[in-house]
């Protein structure tokens, strides 16, 4: 076989798994291997997977089906090419992917990639022995070992990066498959998100954006061996020299607590932005979700976390027509919209996920009546959406630029503190820069800002 020299990876999914890619990618740069720009020309093919959405699945074989040809083309020319299943599809579906797509080389848990190298040494040696795939599937929940064993940053980052600092969850909502991929929660230690963000930084990140299934659940160990929470660690990481920015998703509200409230009035460097699901404004529902709050206890925390920094925006996640939702319950969720007025938001119809709680209750919920209760709840997020964006125009933000590119112009792209998308035409690199520009347009999904500094 041909010696092994580069690899491609190909994420689906949520900002975790973009961040274990960024991860995958420096385990694979450890061992030698240089990314590749084209699937065609990598002798290693990854796949990060996704299992949150409906037809994850579908997805992935499908993806699967187009890179066997791609390796069916390899095989003529003589070359070698490592399949690689990777993610919560993998965890979940196991031994099925090699079932329907023998081809595939490996096939590694959301919790197991650390074990990559290992595994692909394993398929080297039974190749060159001309053996049959064997304890080639790895799924052991082990964070901590994850965590432990993954190599420091080697390639370049973003200006904004993200750190994951906790895995899993214990909440078991009852449409969630969360618990069921990423297993029990984990918190890694503060000294470790400390050294990561400092090296981050070093490679030229400006924003931290921390991560976790809930991450406001974080309970990691100090160097006193005092457990911190999540507030407790936004203070440490804003002392960290050349951190322009910190964020944090994604929050569950059950876990919001005091440190975190002060965090956002205290560390200059945290966000006015929180994205805070709250899938939907009836108690009836949240109680069937296993969501263990109520619309009210929500409301207190959007008016709490008011008091500490009166210039909050909210993002928020809702799910339409799940089993048992009456009309009156969804214009509980309306009603809630119009009393948060939401700055950002993601919306969907329910869809039930294999292996879930919820997976088999009964929806007599016509397929009609959600996509027209979608529409009305898209349509109401989209107003405050517009109406927060128009409130800018014609006043000062101050913008972080993240990248520059040329389409028909050239333009640099940054965020506001608001996670609002800015641009700026015909404009000289930004990259990098932080700038207080003034706002010319306003649009649904973004702003435009004068080039005049």
């Known amino acids: 076989m041909q010696k092994i020299k580069n690899f491609y990876i190909k994420t689906f999914g949520c900002q975790m798994n973009v961040y274990d890619s960024q991860k995958i990618a420096d385990i694979f740069i450890k061992m030698g291997y240089k990314p590749s720009i084209s699937q065609f020309s990598a002798d290693i093919i990854l796949i990060n997977t996704c299992h949150i959405r409906e037809k994850a699945k579908q997805k992935l074989y499908s993806e699967l089906g187009k890179i ?51 595994l692909i040494k394993k398929q080297i040696l039974n190749i060159k022995k001309n053996k049959i795939q064997e304890n080639l599937l790895n799924l052991d929940f082990t964070p901590k070992a994850k965590f432990d064993n993954l190599p420091k940053t080697k ?62 659940a974080y309970h990691g160990k100090g160097l006193n061996k005092k457990e911190y929470n999540l507030g407790q660690l936004i203070y440490e990481l804003g002392n960290i020299r050349g951190l322009e920015r910190i964020r944090y998703m994604t929050a569950h509200p059950k876990d919001m607590h005091d440190d975190l409230y002060k965090a956002h009035r205290d560390v200059k460097q945290l966000m006015p932005f929180l994205h805070l699901p709250v899938q939907s404004g009836s108690n009836k529902i949240l109680k069937a979700m296993n969501r263990n709050y109520t619309r009210e206890e929500y409301i207190k925390i959007i008016e709490k976390i ?3 920094k009166p210039n909050m925006a909210f993002s928020s996640d809702f799910i339409v027509g799940y ?37 088999g209750l009964k929806n007599n919920i016509k397929d009609s009546i959600k996509r027209k209760r979608l529409q009305i709840l898209q349509e109401k997020l989209k107003f405050y959406q517009e109406k927060f964006n128009g409130n800018f125009l014609k006043k000062s933000l101050p913008i972080l630029f993240t990248n520059f590119i040329k ?39 973004s702003l435009e800002a004068s080039n005049i500094f």
Not at 164 to 178: A, L, N, P, S, Y
Not at 421 to 430: A, D, F, G, H
Request: charged share 25%.
């Open 68 to 118: 066997y040809k791609i390796k069916k083309k390899r095989i003529l020319k003589n070359k070698t090419t490592f399949i690689v299943v990777a993610g919560c599809v993998a965890q979940a579906e196991g031994n099925e992917i090699f079932n329907r797509a023998q081809f595939v080389d490996l096939v590694v848990g959301s919790q197991s990639i650390q074990k990559i190298p290992q």
């Open 155 to 216: 390639i370049f980052n973003q200006i904004s990066s993200y750190l994951t600092i906790q895995e899993g969850c214990d909440k078991f909502c009852k449409f969630c498959v969360v618990p069921y991929t990423r297993g029990p929660e984990y918190s890694r230690p503060v000294i470790d998100i400390i050294k990561e963000a400092k090296n981050l930084i070093i490679k030229g990140t400006k924003e931290i954006i921390v991560l976790g299934q809930n991450v406001n």
């Open 306 to 308: 008011k008091y500490y």
């Open 323 to 359: 089993p048992g939702e009456t009309n009156n319950d969804f214009v509980d969720t309306l009603n809630l919209i119009d009393l948060v007025q939401y700055s950002q938001s993601f919306s969907f119809i329910y869809s039930p996920r294999p292996g879930t709680p919820a997976y």
């Open 407 to 445: 389409k028909e112009k050239y333009q640099s792209l940054g965020y506001s503190p608001y996670m609002q998308l800015v641009r700026i035409e015909k404009t000289k690199n930004l990259k990098g820069k932080i700038r207080s520009l003034k706002i010319k347009k306003a649009f649904y999904k």
